[in-house]
């Protein structure tokens, strides 16, 4: 059965939306099959990421509200091998969807992925409540600042209140000269003040909301011969999901050769994991 990830943080703008695209295309990369569920009804932006926003048709409502099957509504994601995707509503008005309907949605995903990337509201409402409680794991996003840091904390609670016992952190556009020179907070402040295990670091990158504008994914199968710092980041994170060891920062301060990149991510998954050769 594949796992269902829950990507939130209280806080807008932390980057929920480019950490899940992010994870959710380096999990791909390693050969696992993944699906990206828009899970924020409000915003619904994950499509303009993915470049997707022509291409749907049938959304996470219709499936909920029971006006079509999750086949009929999930749809690939361009240039990604193993990548699908389940947009969020055009229009939601509220309403509740019917009592264990996502628990159907969820557990016919569990079936058919082995990911299954869920990127959150900021809000907490009802569908994220439920949709909250479906997940095995979640992961909150903080921005590296003092503020984001309190938000990722407040999460954090709220999903313990929730029942979640798996959280683990996720800092975004982290900038390593501030935190030597004591402008920002160093990673370990940043864990001791949201106190959440951390799981990864992406480095602050210039090029990705551009990239991102394009409706370009990370790691989207284009023949390149290095990776950028941030994709190196996002495979990290990947790699530890599936139960690797990877260091920190490992590859991230420079762009790395790709083919030397992704044959030493292999070599670091666990033998039974699905997409090692």
Not at 53 to 72: H, N, Y
Not at 85 to 94: Q, S, T
Not at 190 to 212: D, K, T, W
């Amino acid at each position: 059965m594949g796992r269902v990830i829950f990507v939130t943080a209280f806080k807008g703008g932390a980057g929920k939306t480019t950490v899940s695209a992010g994870i959710s295309a380096a999990l791909a990369a390693l050969g696992k099959r993944v699906c990206i569920v828009d899970g924020d009804f409000g915003m619904r932006c994950m499509d303009l990421v993915l470049g997707m926003e022509a291409l749907v048709s049938r959304d996470c409502g219709d499936v909920l509200f029971g006006r079509c099957t999750p086949q009929e509504a999930i749809v690939p994601v361009p240039r990604q091998e193993n990548l699908h995707f389940l947009a969020a509503p055009g229009r939601y008005d509220g309403r509740p969807f019917p009592h264990g309907s996502e628990e159907k949605l969820f557990s016919y995903l569990r079936k058919e992925y082995d990911y299954c990337i869920v990127d959150s509201s900021a809000e907490l409402s009802e569908y994220y409540r439920r949709f909250a409680m479906q997940a095995d794991e979640a992961l909150v996003v903080s921005l590296h600042q003092t503020t984001a840091i309190r938000a990722a904390e407040k999460t954090a609670a709220s999903l313990a209140q929730l029942g979640h016992n798996r959280v683990r952190l996720v800092v975004n556009c982290y900038r390593e000269a501030f935190a030597k020179e004591g402008s920002l907070p160093t990673v370990l402040e940043m864990i001791h003040r949201s106190h959440v295990p951390l799981l990864g670091v992406v480095p602050f990158s210039e090029e990705l909301p551009a990239f991102q504008e394009k409706g370009r994914l990370l790691l989207d199968g284009k023949e390149r011969e290095k990776l950028r710092p941030c994709e190196v980041a996002f495979l990290n994170v990947a790699l530890r999901l599936c139960g690797g060891t990877v260091p920190l920062l490992q590859g991230t301060h420079r762009p790395k050769r790709k083919k030397k990149c992704f044959s030493e991510a292999f070599g670091r998954l666990p033998g039974d994991i699905p997409g090692k050769t």
